[in-house]
């Protein structure tokens, strides 16, 4: 069944409204907010991965930065996922219960210019010796507390893991309004490192699926700092089922059963996404 009806009344007022935003509308050197809808079926039902929220229930957006000059040769794209730890029941939510909401210090930039940002990381030409200049910045914030995977909106501590439904469907954005780009930078640092090997899976699938003359039809370079691999068999065991990570990754064709209580996980993880991109 696929979804008929896409809604925004999850959706601040200052954020456009993402299935109905085209790139090429939005001002270079400008930052913008955007927000993906709410995508339901005709029978009133949401969408698998199609209700994007904050944890606490909240509004959440990600936000978008164009190039001041146009690329000389193809679109370009650096994709940047937030961190900020993760919960997993009441009492850790609690705890994280400032980082469950949209953050703050990123609402401060929407509708600035670049010029005046200098070094932030939504505007860098550079990191470290590899340009960044020509390419359009994506950063997906981070409020699900669940390393951006997890598809669970009804826990019983009142948390709303659906980082996976934000991920998702802002890729699902940079698909429809890239066609067909040149370059793809990934990157992220502890919580936002975590997931990268199923974004970069989801990419590479998504534009890397054919082979033309022998070589892959989109360069895609992917940095993780820091990710957090939370595997010891009791965390497995009891608490990695309150973010129900096993929607995203049978995705990307990973058997999370065969997988969800071993605490070779993360590398099992990441061997599944190096074999796949093989394939493609």
């Known amino acids: 069944m696929s979804a008929s009806n896409i809604t925004y009344d999850y959706c601040d007022g200052d954020a456009l409204p993402a299935e109905s935003t085209n790139v090429s509308s939005l001002i270079r050197n400008q930052i913008y907010k955007v927000c993906p809808g709410m995508h339901q079926h005709s029978n009133g039902t949401i969408a698998q991965l199609g209700s994007p929220r904050c944890g606490d229930g909240t509004n959440y957006s990600f936000l978008v930065s164009r ?4 690329p000389q040769q193809g679109e370009k794209i650096l994709i940047e996922l937030t ?3 993760a919960c997993w029941d009441e009492l850790t939510c609690n705890l994280q219960q400032s980082w469950l909401s949209f953050p703050q210090w990123l609402s401060s930039f929407v509708g600035t210019s670049c010029s005046g940002l200098g070094g932030n990381l939504l505007c860098a030409k550079s990191i470290g010796s590899t340009d960044f200049s020509e390419y359009t910045t994506v950063i997906i914030p981070y409020c699900t507390q669940d390393v951006h995977l997890g598809d669970e909106p009804n826990t019983s501590y009142g948390v709303q893991h659906v980082g996976a439904h ?3 469907r802002t890729l699902q954005w940079i698909f ?3 066609p067909n780009p040149s370059d793809i930078f990934i990157t992220g640092c502890s919580a936002g490192g975590t997931p990268l090997p199923v974004v970069y899976d989801l990419i590479n699938t998504h534009y890397n699926n054919a082979m033309v003359g022998g ?3 989109v360069e895609i370079d992917v940095i993780i700092d820091s990710s957090v691999f939370l595997t010891p068999s009791h965390f497995l065991e009891n608490y990695m089922p309150n973010w129900n990570v096993g929607t995203i990754l049978n ?6 059963d065969a997988y969800k209580d071993k ?3 993360p590398s099992e993880l990441l061997d ?3 074999q796949r991109s093989k394939e493609t």
């Not at 995705?251 to 999370?256: A, E, N, Q, V, Y």
């Open 67 to 70: 190039p001041e000059e146009k």
């Open 83 to 85: 961190g900020g730890g």
């Open 166 to 168: 934000n991920m998702y």
């Open 176 to 178: 429809e309004n890239f």
């Open 215 to 217: 070589e892959n039809l």
């Open 251 to 256: 995705k990307i064709g990973f058997d999370f």
């Open 263 to 265: 605490e070779s996980f």
């Open 272 to 274: 599944h996404a190096l």
